[in-house]
């Protein structure tokens, strides 16, 4: 018989194959023409337009919505990738409701923002579907850059470094390219193979060079070969280490980091092959816990819940997320933290201690209670993995100053494995294009 949201233990092909289609499908439709126009109509085209202000990358957003509405959605898309070449990607799983959409005047006013998110990708895909690519590289410089590191941050550092005239190098250790938004942003927001497309039509500027299954750190890759053979190195590595839960029964089997679990689910050709249990926790308070639960919801179990150890206040995961996770059917438990994992090979149940902020911290209230739990998800936070070289550290992120700045000569760093800034695919846009800029003025 097959399996079914009831089905014990951790096993594939809880749901049939229409009702996953159906789960992992677009989680916002793409306007077609006349839904932009509309859309479009609703901005003011506001002077010092506070949606810029919030835009990690300064999107000019009233210009690129007065083109849309001019019917030029390729100058729009211009204006948009002018500023973040990643502007597809970021259209999709940018939390527009915490930046541009959040600031919207039209949010104040009536609590209905211009939908921002939705426009930007109707602009970039009409580019982008054409197969068309707006820049050319300017004549070669005979400078050289290695870009460590093939995420958002590393490519778009490569690909405004590439448009200046130089040659660069990237060196990624795992076999794609894209990062985490090949590995790690949920299904659900990037379908249809967008993220190694987005990558293929990027790299159509030329110039750049990929070398996958290169692990920096590792062999004769290092900080003193890159900066001994190249004119300048961008670190733009991601954050690769998965922090511990530190509580009794952590190695039983079934319990999982929900890194991992998303990255078989994004790379799995059929996501109905990824096994599941029936009762999941998840633990942890950010996107990352968010996107494991709601895709174990999406793949069939029948409970899962999400604890956080804080008050939901300090959860990093927005609101919005944080409603997508309830209206699926996930359960959050705040104000609790994990103190032991039971079972016996498998874990079964999962004990937490209730918790209470106070001046000294967090404590334990010494009222305890148990989950059932046959899959446990850890999603509480990711570090960098190993210290390039000598390279200064700030918080356990390589310390960055400006535009990527690093305590090194000809060394640069942005994106997540940077201090500074906040852990978001256009944050590392932001900071990889601005390292460029500023790479180009060093080198040149
Ligand atoms: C599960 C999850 C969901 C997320 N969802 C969202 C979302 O919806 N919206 C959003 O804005 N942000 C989201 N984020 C955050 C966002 O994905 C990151 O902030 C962003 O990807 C950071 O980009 P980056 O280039 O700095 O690092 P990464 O995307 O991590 O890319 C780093 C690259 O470096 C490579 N690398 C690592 N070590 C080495 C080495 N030693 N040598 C060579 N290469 C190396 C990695 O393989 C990877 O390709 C999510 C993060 C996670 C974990
Ligand atoms: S704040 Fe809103 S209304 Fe004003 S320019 Fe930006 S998108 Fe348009």
């Not at 750049?208 to 004769?220: A, L, R, S």
């Not at 999400?306 to 959860?315: L, S």
Request: hydrophobic share 40%; aromatic share 6%; with cysteine.
């Amino acid at each position: 018989m097959a399996n079914t949201e009831r089905t014990p233990g951790v096993v594939a092909g809880r749901l049939a194959a229409e009702a996953l289609a159906e789960n992992f499908g677009d989680l916002h439709e793409p306007f077609d023409a006349h839904e932009a126009m509309v859309a479009a109509d609703r901005c003011y085209f506001c002077y010092d337009a506070p949606c810029i202000t919030a835009c990690p990358t300064s999107i000019d957003i009233p210009l690129f919505i007065r083109q849309i509405q001019a019917g030029q959605p390729e100058g729009a898309a211009k204006t948009i990738f002018d500023q973040n070449i990643l502007g597809g990607m970021c259209a999709r799983v940018c939390p527009t409701e915490t930046l541009c959409e959040e600031a919207c005047v039209r949010e104040a006013a009536e609590g209905k923002p211009v939908e921002i998110g939705r426009l930007q990708r109707f602009a970039t895909d009409t580019v982008m579907v054409a197969g068309s690519h707006p820049y050319a590289r300017a004549p070669e410089t005979g400078k050289k850059v290695a870009v460590v590191g093939a995420g958002p941050a590393g490519l778009a550092c490569a690909h405004r470094l590439a448009m200046y005239g130089h040659k660069v190098v990237v060196f990624e250790a795992r076999s794609k390219p894209g990062g985490l938004n090949e590995y790690g942003i949920a299904s659900y927001k990037t379908v249809d193979g967008f993220a190694q497309a987005e990558v293929e039509w990027l790299l159509q500027i030329g110039g750049i060079e990929m070398v996958y299954d290169h692990k920096f750190g590792t062999g004769d890759l290092t900080l003193e070969s890159l900066t001994d053979e190249y004119d300048g190195v961008f670190l733009g590595m991601g954050l690769a280490g998965v922090n511990a839960l530190r509580a009794e029964g952590e190695d039983h089997a079934h319990v999982r980091d929900a890194v991992d679990f998303i990255s078989e689910l994004r790379q799995a050709a059929n996501v109905g092959t990824v096994p599941v249990g029936r009762d999941v926790v998840v633990i942890g308070g950010g996107m990352t816990a968010v996107d494991a639960a709601v895709q174990s919801k999406l793949l069939g179990a029948e409970h899962v819940t999400i604890v956080y150890r804080r008050p939901r206040a300090r959860m990093s995961a927005s609101e919005y997320e944080l409603h997508l996770a309830t209206s699926k059917g996930v359960r959050i438990i705040t104000g609790a933290a994990p103190t032991r994992l039971m079972g016996n090979d498998h874990v079964t149940d999962i004990e937490f201690a209730y918790t209470e902020e106070g001046p000294d911290g967090l404590k334990p209230t010494g009222e305890t209670f148990t989950l059932k739990a046959d899959q446990v998800l850890k999603a509480i936070g990711q570090h960098l993995d190993g210290t390039p070289g000598a390279i200064r550290l700030d918080g356990g992120k390589i310390a960055v100053e400006g535009p990527g700045r690093t305590s090194l000569d000809k060394v640069w760093a942005g994106g997540d494995c940077a201090s500074g800034g906040d852990d978001l695919t256009v944050t590392a846009v932001a900071e990889g294009r601005d390292a460029a800029e500023d790479i180009h003025r060093t080198i040149c």
